[in-house]
């Protein structure tokens, strides 16, 4: 009988939770289960966002620029940082102040973890070894037991004839035609760059941009001086100072009120800006900001749009890469237009503004190349690049020749053929396996296209600075190199890599002998 019961009960209970589970599928439908997303699903989810956050800062960066583990390791937990995510011994965690939630963080890494290479092919070097139409020439006299060659700019004065050194140890040097060097002043940092002119009393002078501290940082230390070499520091006008790491400055009456202005390049770090040094009555002057974003490195001021007022045109490095040009609204400022945009693991450094095809528009000449973040592995993008002018500002790629680490480009006609020729160095060259990228002349050999030469000028030195000009005044266009040889662990990407260059020569000239 209690046997019997019990069986009895058991359907009972088995009954009622039939119905039940029918009632909930009947009221909840089929889904009430949890979803879960699949790898799938993840990884689509991922590459959306990543649309969405990164293209909202700069130029989106696809996963294939890249390998996997340097998205990882490198550049994944700097973009964490920009998006309010927080790491600490290898685990990432959000507040409210983050972007996005720690969820959709994993998916964007999974994404550029899944969709990256395993490695990037570089491609095989189309290059000769030889000197051209160059000769060496080196400094008359150097000094082996002080401090290690760090030049930091290269010009020469067309007034005086003389070359201009800028170094490490905040002097500016002059260099004769027999490459004899004088230091002609001592300055509280190191200049960038300068330009020349002739004052009113004759005297030969020159504007001279102090960069401030020379590593990456947002300090406001930069200046821009106006004085004669060789004078007494009582005769320094102070033209504009508290500026962010500036690198580059460039002159012009953008207010046509007969007096000269600057623009300079604020290139700072994670702050930065492109500013307007307008001169006012009286040697004042007032410093007014363009473009309130890091990385300005070089200007070109033309008249762009024919309305007879100066334009700028920038390039930015440092995140938002890219060429934008600036038109002057002749009422103190400028509007600005984007030309060409870069992904941010380009490391723009350098432009031209060119007629590289002879057709009267001027052409972008361009190099990325910058090794020195969070992503320094040899790239198969580093390189020269030539932007055609396509009518109306609008620009094509039509050439690109690989070098890696390529940092600066200067053109001229060298070989005296009729046509624009490029010189290129490279501070993060493949100084293991390939060193002589460090400098490559590109001869324009039929319209459009080069013949690339690597001068052997790799033990001579590290290549940071570059000046094209017609050193001893024979007709040609001669090529100076400026030696910045230290290294660390920074600035050398290469494991088991010990520098064999030249540490004390600060400079060698590439004498042009004409045509081969």
Sequence with gaps: MLKKNKVSANKLALSIAAVVTAAIFLFNGCDTAPHVNTQTENIADGKALSIKYCKSCHQYPDPSLLDKVTWETGVMPQMGLRLGIQQEMGQYYVDPRSAMSLADWQKLRDYYKNAAPEKLVLPKPDTATDWAVFALKLPAKVNRRGSPAMTTMIKLNPFDKLLYTGDSGNRLLSWDAKLRS???????????????????????????????????????????????????????????????????????????????????????????????????????????????????????????????????????????????????????????????????????????????????????????????????????????????????????????????????????????????????IAFFADFKYNPAAGFTYMEQTTPGKFKAHQVPVNKYGRWISMEVADIDQDGDQDIVLGNFSVYGDKLINEKDFKPNWDMYNPIIVLENKGKK
Excluded at 223 to 230: A, E, I, N, V
Excluded at 333 to 353: A, M
Aim: aromatic share 12%.
């Design 182 to 424: 004088t230091v002609v002043a001592k300055v509280e940092s190191p200049v960038s760059d300068a330009s020349f002119f002739r004052g009113a009393d004759g005297k030969n002078t020159g504007v001279f941009t102090g960069i401030g501290i020379l590593t990456p940082n947002d300090f406001l230390d930069g200046t821009l001086k106006q004085f004669s070499p060789g004078t007494k520091k009582t005769d320094t006008l102070l033209i504009a100072d508290n500026l962010p790491r500036p690198v580059f400055t460039a002159p012009g009456d953008f207010n046509k009120d007969g007096l000269t202005d600057y623009i300079v390049c604020g290139y700072g770090n994670t702050k930065g800006g492109l500013f307007l040094i307008e001169q006012q009555s009286g040697r004042r002057f007032k410093k007014k900001m363009i473009r309130a974003v890091p990385g300005a490195i070089q200007v070109e001021v033309d008249d762009f749009n024919n309305d007879g007022w100066p334009d700028v045109m920038c390039l930015f490095a440092q995140g938002d890469e890219g060429v934008w040009m600036l038109l002057n609204d002749h009422k103190g400022g400028f509007t600005e237009q984007n030309l060409l945009r870069f992904p941010p693991v380009y490391g723009t450094n350098s432009f031209q503004l060119v007629d590289v095809n002879k057709d009267g528009k001027k052409d972008i000449i361009y190099t990325c190349g910058d090794n020195n973040d969070y992503s320094s592995i040899l790239k198969p993008y580093h390189g020269i690049y030539v932007f055609t002018n396509q009518g109306n500002w609008r620009f094509k790629q039509t050439y690109f020749h690989h070098i890696n680490g390529a940092s600066k480009v200067m053109s001229a006609d060298f070989d005296g053929d009729g046509d624009l020729d490029m010189a290129v």
